[in-house]
């Protein structure tokens, strides 16, 4: 890192300020006066500025990847199959980044990846309950009061779901003719436009789920206590932080509004 950028990161100054610093020779690296503004340091360089020492600040990286099926989360996999870290250029290689929470080996969409442990962790903790945002496709319809039951927290795995929100974004046929929900659509029940000879088997739905929780492939357990298999699932946001158009297999840099979301977990 600059020298410049090493002391402003250490909360001295500001990056031009700290190069008037340098130049006035009022910065040591490992004992010597510096006045080269093009000086690198590294992670074993001990700076004073004015005779105190400064800490190296670490910095860290924040992606965002769309996750495809079919790719997992972990660093390494025993059985040999793509990584999400397979899916990042050369230039991380050095980075230790890790994938911030689970996307089950079949589910897509949103994947944050850092080498920051402490912003991981709270990002993941259970207190600070941030929302995870799907999209579910289930095969066949569900009714209000399986929605309901659903929002209010079944038992999975022997303990109770956190409350959550679903909404019905619309079903569809086989053909793919997509029937579209009404805003405030909770279920079939809210569908008025279905042909009534239409056979539940003959159906998808599509449904937006929102957790604050991260349990081991919880949002198929869900459908699957009311025999509803999950035939596509894809994780569209977390918290503030939203997927949109990134392509699948994909990934970009967090931006400012991003980060801020994060600093104030
Ligand atoms: N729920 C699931 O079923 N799978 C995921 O990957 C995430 C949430």
Do not use: W
């Amino acid at each position: 890192m600059r020298i410049n950028k090493y002391i402003a990161q250490a909360g001295v100054s500001s990056r031009r300020k700290a190069e008037e610093l340098i130049l006035s020779g009022k910065v040591k690296v490992n004992g010597n006066i510096v006045k080269e503004l093009a000086t690198e340091i590294g992670r074993g360089d001990i700076v004073l500025c004015d005779g105190v020492r400064l800490e190296y600040k670490q910095e860290h990286t924040y992606l965002m990847i769309h996750k495809p099926k079919g790719v997992i989360c972990s660093n390494s996999d025993e059985k040999g199959r793509k990584t999400v870290l397979d899916l990042l250029p050369k230039k991380f290689d050095d980075k230790r980044l890790f994938a911030v929470g689970r996307l089950d080996y079949d589910t897509e969409g949103l994947l944050l990846l850092t080498d920051d442990g402490d912003m991981s962790n709270r990002l993941m903790h259970p207190r600070f309950e941030v929302p995870k945002t799907y999209v579910a496709k289930i095969e066949g319809t569900i009714t209000l009061p399986e929605i309901k039951r659903l929002e209010d927290g079944i038992i999975i795995d022997g303990v109770k779901t956190k409350k959550c929100k679903i909404n019905l974004l619309g079903v569809e046929n086989k053909t793919q003719e997509l029937y579209t929900a009404h805003p405030n659509a909770k279920a079939i029940d809210h569908i008025s436009a279905l042909d009534d000879n239409i056979k539940d088997k003959d159906l998808l739905s599509r449904l937006e789920v929102i957790i604050v929780e991260g349990r081991n492939r919880q949002v198929r357990k869900m459908f699957e206590t009311f025999n509803r298999q999950v035939v596509f699932l894809k994780r569209t946001a977390i918290g503030e932080i939203k997927l949109g158009g990134l392509s699948r297999g994909t990934y970009r840099e967090l931006n400012n509004t991003e980060l801020n979301f994060l600093k104030k977990l």
